[in-house]
């Protein structure tokens, strides 16, 4: 024995074990197998699997696994079972009825197994399973007598027979169902569960007959020959027109064939001494580290699943079942030491002995991963870094928003895009006014609108959530909600909006103002009534994931950094909060729609000289550098990018006719003028049109307002020993002159601000790359740009030709037809757009090798894109203060993925 | 001599003639010169001219030429003029006087000479010209008695004094003009021609008397001494600030300086044996083989000019000077033979003897320049694809639209963008219905709307040209405007209309219905009333032209072919007539706009199930046929790329009332229910929006419909005998499924129909390549389809991420401020769009190899887009039918360019 321990283990268990690399038969057993985990290619997934359980001491039932070569010597042979392998397999059931006790066809102790197919990949198409096999005349009696249960006896037997007749002879199963119906007819009852043993009696003799006739041969008594002829079904259906047809499809080629596994069946429901349960190692909702399950004396897990009769929790166990209860603890441990992550397990207890039936990786709750990953890198079950990999980003999503309570009642008239997550009631208003004032009074609304504009933000703020009938995942709704953390569901189109009568409709249903509506965020559904929620509680491992996380990120030399969108203080803080090292896009336009603003903002849209154009602007000057410094606080010491004025004009101008009076009122002019010059600035593609740098060559005086606040607020922080670090950034531009007169122009700007109020500041300047010109000219553009910052939702629109407005009538169909593998505004489109992006960083790095690249479009807190912007080496991505934690794990796990295919 | 010709002339013209490389003076006279063209270096530009004219033995005044070797030499001695070169200038002027038989301050024949300066490049900044020099008072006495006009000897002299002064001494012009004014003030007249010898000889005093005071010392009377001086002038000037500034500036460097020309005067007033005139080799209004010109008996260049005497035609010199006009028609042959061109020349006659004072290439009306390079190829002359590339592409346009007469009265009231070009005058009509009925009845009408849409279409066809206030040279009415070949002035925007009350305004001017309006499509003016116009007649030659043309085209093994974009059968013959050779984009969606077809259209559109909408598209198929049959006919044996349908839905429906009736009548349902799917149907961006292919996927029976229409009319013409070459075109593709999707469907379709018909046609399908992405992904969509065609307008406005309807609001503004080089619109942008231009097709042939690729945007029938387009390998380009000629023309030059570049 020396000499194999130098060997070492690793060595030792790459030899097949039991030596003979040929053999056909491996067996298998508790605390004991020939085979192993790594032998899939010969065993079959699931034989490896069973050895590899036995090996590391678990109790599984006894069995034996035929290897994949035989499917192949099955087949050269004419379909038939070599003599060797005839011989052997008598062999295995002669060992495994010594193993068990039990013998076949024992009307006493009879050994029962089941037969199940397993190539080294999960293959549909090939036979599935025969179970209780053995259960001949005698062997029933026998398990009558062992269960004290005749009616369950027969009941197996009958299902036996029609499983064999089916799975292994290709009988019409409709046939034998008839004969069941018959017997339920005649018996007066409505399912074969109320049948009595009598009547079972009945059925399985006219089975019999059935089968006889169907077959052209009697059911076979004798278990050896049920199970050689189980076996070759098995090696037969891999040859089957559908499982031919299923690897051709998806390209699998040089697999031996498929294994034939042979298991001994055990009981649950043998008496008072047996039971069956399942139990997680951990409890999959929290997370605890806990023993946690459920379990039922004398049953079968049929039975547990039925719920005829309710579980016990798993604690009980201990004082029915000691030993088996101890022996299950044992197992917790060893599975959790071996597997390394939480198990959902399947045991039953046969007299006193325990039997472990399938253990698998347990599905968890978001909340419970989190704690799970957490704890178990603290236990040293695995390192920090598989934590970080074992939670998905999305799923964090979860734990940041209220949800509903899974076991509500849900009354949905209606189904939108979810938008943005979370779970709110409220009562319903159309308008952003009303909205503030429910609000303010103190009950929870909803705001159900046909689209948002910038207008409604206001009334977005003050309510729960947002309902839009129109627009996508990348609508006006959708993004400002986001940003807010606020629930939205957009795009419901079937809802129709009656403003002015004050209700919606859908379909048949009528909800009126003020009636009390909820929203799935994550779902998208609509519901009337309320739903009960569940806080909002991502657990105190959530933020030692994150921790972990940022770690994993840096440890790459060039993990992405994680910056938020945000454009007011409160948000700012968030992100902070969430772990936002910055602010990748701080929009300016929304900061002109408060009360007084607004009238300022129109003033200056609807002047007619460049005097009254500057008159206005003064009046917005104050408000604006407020702003700034309330950002620029919030995220003291940070870098924080604010785009310059991007929308068209005529999106601040009033629709309302009381809007439109308001501002004749604050210009001195008639309404109808008012209503010419709005209608003058309306345009056809307003996604093409005068907006973003175009506004700032033709208007330099509103750039000028803006940068002047920004260094202004800048100056006034740092007086008081802060350290703000702004950045300007110019949107829109496709050529670089436009940037560079600009730049030029409004960096003179900020040096002469800072000049007057006497401080120092770098004046950083860069630029939006969201057209696909720019992206082309990104080596002219990066020459002039100290940084570039991808707006990929408009990227994604001129790449495609999409308007995110009105993608609503057919790119839902793209998706479903495959025209479109996804959503490309909420995932990354990385074969088109991408290409872009990727160049534009080429190129753009070409010229400036130091050039900071960042993404701030939606894209940037979607894991997949997250991936994406890892892989074409980004310096940052930029998302809404809510999704920071979510891109921190993508991060993380793109610069693991990445380490991981470049070992 | 007989060894000099074994050498050929051409050796012998390399060589510097007169045999030393580093003289100075170089002398030219009637006949003879030292120097010759190819010496710019050496003699400057202007130097080198003169000796040549002189070479051929054109009779040019004589003089001499020095050195730009002696610049350099000047600024090393310290800015002084080397005593060899003085001693050689002292010579030079002696040998002029010996071949002149003047000299220098002679009182009878006095020798007078011009001084220039003359670089190898032509350069402003350095000093220009001094005539008159060494008109002395001896000389003046001289002139006087010579031309016996002693008030023109003073005036002469007093020019001379200011010149010398300004341009030589440098002094202040403005004091030199307050004398003139000042006598002018004494003698009571306005302007200095009035001025009688008496003031004349007054003026002459106080000048050198302001000149000694100015200069501090007394105006030169020794002519040797004015020379010389002004010699150092010259040389000086090429170091003057604005010179060195100048070469600094466009990166001139590695020449010697500049060169400087001393020349005798010749004058044309000496008596009734002196004359002056200017010539055209050939006519240069109608190309015509005839000599053309006018002249003036004792006469100066001034007085021709002046128009105070009626030059006399070029014919009558004859009768006058039959010696001089025997040598003129002697120098007008050799100038053609040795220029190879039409030549403008300035002559004068000096007492019976013929000078040459001036010859260059002659300005011409574009029939002209076609006439010209036609006959001159015929003659052998030049070489036919000189002939071809000496006719500007651009020019051919205006020979195919009639013109405003250019002497007529223009009352220019707007001004707009030169969509289409033609002249046309007509009665101002505000709806398309109007312009029907008006037009009907016989008066040319003008349609005046701020936009068009294809609902206009009927009324653009009845009208004679079409204004709008909005759009741009890529908007709808522009386009259609050029397919019609109709006159079109775009996006005037002060043009106010107020269709309601029935006028327009434009500032102050109100214009009303039913008053005349003409428009001018070349340059885009709108004037009041009527204006003359002239038809359009392109001469014989220009067929001819063409023809050369397209010979020089095929030379270069791969040249452009060129097709037209038509959707009517007239248009299409128009387009072959004017030589197209297919038709590379047929639009569709015109032809839903007749009468009937429009309701059907509506009613599919506004359908509320599959039925309805396949039931409206049944009455809308043999429309459609009839349509295709007429359009492939008159393309017989061309290839006719039919682009499926590819506006939103929306741009169907009716906006104004009784159509909204019309449609729900049709139906048969409400007006409100009509009025309500409209509004459902409206998008935020069109543009973006529910169009192209992607109609074709939610809504797959109308591209059936209209494949069915197709390939029915096309077997319907092969069974006539006919050649039909459809080619069907998938518009708006973005990922290669959506291609492959519609294209398998619909090929079905075709082979079914053939199939039905009996008749074999090849069942060809492609696409534009319009979106980013597909330029892209372009070797997967090129591994699918069997042409590409670039869709320029629409990959330009997504390229670019401008709408085409409102890039008026700031594209000219970035064109004036250089923003950009060109509208993208009109001229290709090479370095965006035409990246991704060169990528697809490059990307696409990688896939298919045979790959036909063409383009079909606007910039199809733009010169300098062709050749962009000729150099990325492109097949075909397709225009305007009206636009044809131009793009043959400018085809073969991108040939010929690329060829000479080749070389």
Known sequence: MTTTRNRGPKSNRKRAPGGRKNRTIWHFGPGHADGETSMKDLLGGKGANLAEMCRIGLPVPGGFTIATSVCSRFAKSGHALPADVVADVRKAIRRLEKETGKGFGDPKRPLLVSVRSGAALSMPGMMDTVLNLGLNDDAMEGLAAQTGNRRFALDARRRFIQMFANVVEGLDLSRFERVLEQAQENAGVETDSELDAAALEDVVARYLKLFKRLAGRPFPDDPEEQLLRSIC????????????EYRRIHKIEGLLGTAVNVQTMVFGNLGPTSGTGVCFTRDPSTGENVFYGEYLMNAQGEDVVAGIRTPQDLAGLVEVQPKAYRQLERVRRLLEKHYRDMQDIEFTIEDGTLYILQTRTGKRTARSAVRTAVEMAKQRLITRDEAVARVQPEDLDRLLHPQFDPQAERNVIARGLPASPGAVCGQVVFTADEAK??????????????????????????????????????????????????????GAGEVRIDESDGFFRVGDTVVWKDDVISLDGTSGEVMVGSVTTMPADPGPEFATLLSWAD?????????????????????????????????????????????????????????????????????????????????????????????????????????????IAAVADALDVDEQEIRERSRRLEEMNPMLGHRGCRLGITYPEIYEMQVRAIYEAAAQNKKKGLRPRPEVMIPLVGSVKEYTLLRDRLKRVARDVLKKKEVTLPVI???????????????????????????????????????????????????????????????????????????????????????????????????????????????????????????????????????????
Chains 1, 2 share one sequence.
């Open 551 to 659: 770690t994993a990120c840096r440890k790459g030399g060039r993990g992405l950094r994680v910056r938020a969108n945000a454009d007011a203080p409160s948000d700012a803080a968030t992100a902070r909060a969430f772990g936002a090292v910055g602010i990748g896009l701080c929009r300016t336009e929304h900061m002109f729609f408060g009360e007084k603003r607004i009238i300022a903002m129109r003033e200056m849209i609807l002047a007619d000289t460049l005097g009254a154009r500057r008159k206005a602007l003064r009046k917005l000057l104050p408000f604006q550098r407020r702003d700034f410094a309330g950002i620029l606080k919030a995220m003291d010491g940070l870098p924080v990018t604010i785009r310059l004025l991007d929308p068209p004009l005529h999106e601040f101008l009033p629709h309302e006719e009381d809007g």
């Open 437 to 490: 004032v429910k609000a303010a009074s103190g009950d929870p609304v909803i705001l159900v609108r046909n689209e948002t504009s910038p207008e409604d933000v206001g009334g977005m703020h003050a309510a729960e959530g947002i309902l839009t009938a129109t627009g996508g995942m990348t609508s006006h709704a959708a993004v400002v909600a986001r940003g807010m953390g606020k629930c939205c569901v957009a």
């Open 765 to 903: 300047f860069g630029t939006m790359i969201e057209i696909p010109r720019a992206a082309l000219r990104a080596a002219e553009i990066g020459a002039e740009a100290e940084f570039f910052s991808f707006g990929t939702n408009d990227l994604t629109q001129l790449t495609f030709g999409y308007s995110r407005d009105d993608v609503g009538s057919f790119l839902p169909g793209y998706v479903e037809q495959k025209v479109l593998d996804a959503d490309p505004f909420a995932t990354l489109d990385q074969s088109g757009v991408g290409e872009l992006v990727q160049m534009a960083a080429e190129r753009g790095r070409s010229a400036r090798p130091k050039l900071k690249v960042g993404i701030c479009g939606e894209h940037g807190g979607d894991p997949a894109s997250i991936g994406f912007c890892h892989e074409v080496g980004l310096d940052y991505v930029s998302c809404s203060p809510f999704r920071v934690p979510i891109a921190r794990l993508a991060a993380a796990h793109a610069v693991l993925g990445s380490v991981e295919r470049d070992v």
């Open 233 to 244: 079904a098995v090696f037969g259906s891999w040859q089957g027109a559908r499982a031919v």
